[in-house]
């Protein structure tokens, strides 16, 4: 009880965006009071609890703002690498692997995910733990959930799983801190993931993602095995050779059709290793080099890595983060 405290303590410290707001008290907003409502009649709430809690929940212009800006250019491979693998964060993985050795060993034991897989993406989520989020949790999930009709469903259920989360472990929730669109810790894990994946890996009662990197590695170890974390597996597979009249529209799109080996050699693609089945499942891919194109064939852990963050240029960064912290 006394590390839950302390966790709590040390949320409270966190920084908090001082942006003019309106709250969200349920009695000027009917939203907010059926939110309630249905909150106390399926989860059993306290619905005392919750009127005087929302009273205190602000709807933040600034988080709607940054969902609702318009996409900047979209980056080329070359481009986006130079933003996570930097020597800062090379070295800062090395510490954080160093610091955290026996739970990271642990966890490949245990899980089968290597040691720099789980520190590289706790590096390019937080770069480990040094930018967890500026935002209250409950102000995001509430403002995205009460005033941005195009995904207020999906937030709506963050929300809920948010205060059953909090209720359950008995945490104030004002106080944890995250993302603007409420990802939380670490690992940055939204509820859902939280409820699902999230683990109490040292044991003393309470998965907390927030101040405790120990339950941050556990969970994220689990999350990958729960996404189908094929143990002692490569990322990607090298190419040799592609053809020029290459047949694959879908090379240098962010999408995700898996084609068996023997498709993507068929369109012109030739694996450097030759004693790959043909029956593989690859996800054919190019990046964009500053005066060339890297392609690569994404194996099933490559797919794995998307499912933390749908991007192919995410999950390739977090290979490569890896790579320099494994080598």
Do not use: C
Not at 23 to 34: C, G, I
Not at 125 to 152: C, M, Q, W
Not at 175 to 190: D, E, K, V
Not at 303 to 310: A, D, E, P, Q, S
């Amino acid at each position: 009880m006394f590390l839950r405290f302390l966790s709590l303590v040390l949320l409270s410290f966190l920084p908090l965006s001082q942006v003019a707001a309106s709250n969200y008290n349920p009695a000027l907003r009917q939203d907010v009071s059926e939110f309630i409502d249905e909150m106390v009649n399926e989860h059993e709430m306290d619905a005392a609890h919750l009127q005087a809690l929302f009273k205190e929940v602000n709807k933040r212009q600034d988080i709607l703002d940054l969902i609702s800006r318009p996409a900047e250019r979209v980056l080329v491979w070359h481009e986006y690498r130079k933003i996570f693998i930097t020597q800062n964060r090379i070295e800062g993985g090395k510490k954080f692997m160093a610091k955290y050795a026996e739970a990271l060993k642990r966890a490949e034991q245990e899980y089968g995910v290597p040691a720099e897989v789980i520190t590289s993406i706790i590096g390019v989520e937080t770069f480990y733990g040094g930018n967890k989020g500026r935002h209250r949790v409950i102000d995001a999930l509430a403002t995205l959930s009460f005033d941005y009709p195009p995904r207020a469903k999906f937030f709506r259920g963050q929300l809920v799983e948010f205060l059953n989360l909090t209720n359950k472990e008995g945490l104030n929730p004002l106080l944890p801190m995250g993302s603007y669109a409420g990802a939380m810790g670490y690992p940055q894990f939204i509820p859902t993931s939280y409820r699902d994946f999230a683990v109490d890996y040292d044991g003393d009662g309470f998965a907390d993602i927030w101040t405790n990197p120990v339950d941050a590695i556990g969970s994220v170890a689990n999350y990958f095995v729960a996404h189908g974390w094929q143990k002692n597996q490569p990322v990607v597979a090298a190419v040799k050779t592609l053809k020029e009249d290459n047949s694959l529209t879908e090379l240098r799109l962010n999408r995700f059709n898996r084609l068996t080996l023997a498709e993507a050699k068929a369109a012109g693609i030739e694996p450097t290793n030759q004693q790959l089945a043909d029956d593989l499942n690859v996800i054919p891919m190019a990046f964009a080099l500053e005066d060339k194109e890297l392609y690569l064939l994404g194996r099933q852990n490559f797919y794995v890595i998307t499912r933390y963050n749908h991007s192919r240029m995410y999950a390739l960064a977090v290979y490569e983060l890896a790579e320099a912290l494994r080598n």
